[in-house]
């Protein structure tokens, strides 16, 4: 039976891009920015505004955010993973909700590396925050007052240093790689904490930000080494695999080439991120098997080319029998359900420029 929580059609109308709107002139010539949910660059693309004093004077309750709200909220619409929804969902059973944050979504609507101590993050916290109303909102209608539900807000930090490793090269032996992707985890965290403080009490105290490594237990450690370990024993798998790091390639750095040993480094990526897509994740005693993904991008070809190649490998393990028994899969209501949230940009303007 299909999971009720995220099965609204909504119709997605894509305004401009704010990938596309050079509002500083971005000083770093030849800075790219990735759709790819897994791949993040060095080079953060700045949407730097106004001083951070004039910025921390205004709220989420402004005209000027009103309208972005007001535009972006309404045009969210869903996608899923999967082909067949493997989660039966009723309006009695406890709901808990894991919203998986890729650093390469919002890492284009923070200020640089640089100006972050001046700059205030004010369109990283707006649409933050819709993810979170938007999220809480389809958890409401699916569920009766008097059931558990819950939102943990999982920022995807630790495992990032394989893709600095690879596209930044920063040394994963000496822990450089990890600095930086935990220097993001930071901001990240602390972006999505600014907006969990915007919501209504009532909605905030179902909402907990987490990072990586609270839910890379010994357990998850041991799934990500039977879904190693299968690549070996299994060439199809392995394919699979591989094509999932060419479609990161290719989103990221099409014309660079990269080793045979990168190539491995960038599967480390995947090996990590599959016990959470395919098995949910274990937080506080709490099973979370349904994951929503914000996507901030008007790339509508990139974003499906990297969903459907992660379908394939997704439900390649569906149906792998020795998968299942390894990973104690043995039934599939045992697998998460996992859905794009495709949040379409706002050419902020008038944000800057008021």
Known sequence: MASDIFQKDILLSVPCCIESFDLDQ???????????????????????????????????????????????????????????????????????ICLG??????????????????????????YAYMALKYTLEQINQTKTNDSSKSLVVLIVDAIQKYNFAVFNNKLLSTGTALKYALEEGDRLADVFEQARRQLEPELAQCVTVIRWHDICTDKYKEYVEIFRRHTMDNEQFAELVEDVVKIFIKVRKPTNHFTAEQHLTLQEYVFNELPALTQGIVYDNHHYRIIAHPVLSSDDKKNDDQRNVM???????????????NLDLIEKVHMCDVYDIVMPAFKPFNLYTK
């Open 311 to 325: 379908l394939r490998l997704l439900n390649y393990i569906r149906n792998s029998t020795e998968l299942a028994q």
């Open 26 to 96: 971005r000083s770093r010539s030849g800075s790219t920015v990735s759709n790819c949910s897994s791949i993040i660059d060095e080079d953060w693309a700045p949407l730097t505004g106004r001083s951070s004093e004039t910025e921390k004077n205004e709220t989420l309750s402004s005209t000027m955010d009103a309208d972005i709200i007001a535009q972006v909220y309404s045009n969210i619409v869903q996608v899923p993973w999967q082909d067949e929804l493997a989660i039966g969902c009723n309006q009695n059973e406890n709901l808990h």
């Open 101 to 126: 944050i890729s650093p390469s979504q919002f890492r284009r609507l923070l200020p640089s590396k640089r100006d972050a101590a001046q700059t205030f993050p004010r369109v990283a916290i707006l």
